[in-house]
């Protein structure tokens, strides 16, 4: 059972546009959402994350936007680089506050995302 | 500071072999992880650790076993290796934030069974 799913699997985008990756996720515990980007041959690294109190949050050209009542959230890229070219995971997990999971992360399928120069 | 680090980077076993897979960090965390990934299936955990000497099922533990001796190691250990088992395997760590934990990736050890 995938508790988490992301969408589209693949994303081309030309220099400059925005890219925008989706997920939703179905367990109403989860009460903290990191996305992760991996480059070939590496492991995932955190980019940026969210708490379901703030509807967005912004760290350079990365932006998250979330929606509790649909249980859903998406990462922006804007002014997308070919540097940005990377696998995206979004993910889910329940913090401290809410009961604790032991950092334990469920995470979305992956998006593989090109930016053509 | 090396972060987590992973042995081997690549393996292939037959059916049936067995081998172990060592993961170590230098970060002193408490919490230790261990995923396998696979194409369109993102990162799955299959088991973890929450201290020295203590480990937990995570969702794919079947045909997998952990030991957590030493604070800055996790082993994961394939008894007989199936080829449902060739995937990409890595390893994290983290610490309390207060709200929540950060993992680190280690680099990731590519395992085929044939």
């Known amino acids: 059972q995938q508790q988490v799913k992301q969408s589209p699997q693949s994303l081309i985008v030309q220099k400059g546009g925005i890219s925008i990756i989706n997920c939703a996720y179905e367990?109403?515990?989860?009460?903290?959402f990191p996305w992760y980007q991996q480059f070939p041959g590496k492991g995932p690294a955190l980019l940026i994350a969210i708490r379901p109190d703030v509807s967005e949050k912004k760290e350079g050209r990365f932006t998250i936007s979330f929606n509790k009542s649909a249980k859903q959230f998406s990462l922006h890229i804007m002014d997308s680089q070919p540097g940005d070219s990377a696998t995206y995971f979004c993910a889910a997990s329940i913090s401290n506050a809410g009961g604790t999971s032991y950092g334990k992360l469920t995470f979305g399928q992956g998006t593989i995302l090109t930016v053509h120069p | 500071n090396a972060g987590v680090t992973q042995t081997p980077k690549f393996r292939v076993l037959k059916t049936g072999q067995s081998m172990t897979l060592l993961c170590a960090q230098d970060?002193?965390?408490?919490?230790m992880y261990w995923y396998r990934q696979d194409p369109g299936m993102g990162l799955r955990l299959i088991h973890y650790s929450v201290g020295e000497g203590t480990t937990a099922k995570g969702e794919v533990p079947d045909g997998y076993n952990v030991s957590r001796l030493k604070k800055q190691n996790f082993l994961l250990g394939l008894e007989s290796a199936a080829p449902s088992q060739t995937s990409v395997y890595f390893c994290?760590?983290?610490?309390?934030?207060?709200?929540?934990?950060?993992?680190?990736f280690g680099p990731g050890t590519r395992l085929t069974v044939t």
């Open positions: 970060m002193n965390h408490e919490y």
């Open positions: 367990n109403t515990a989860f009460d903290y």
């Open positions: 994290a760590s983290s610490y309390s934030r207060g709200f929540f934990y950060e993992q680190y």
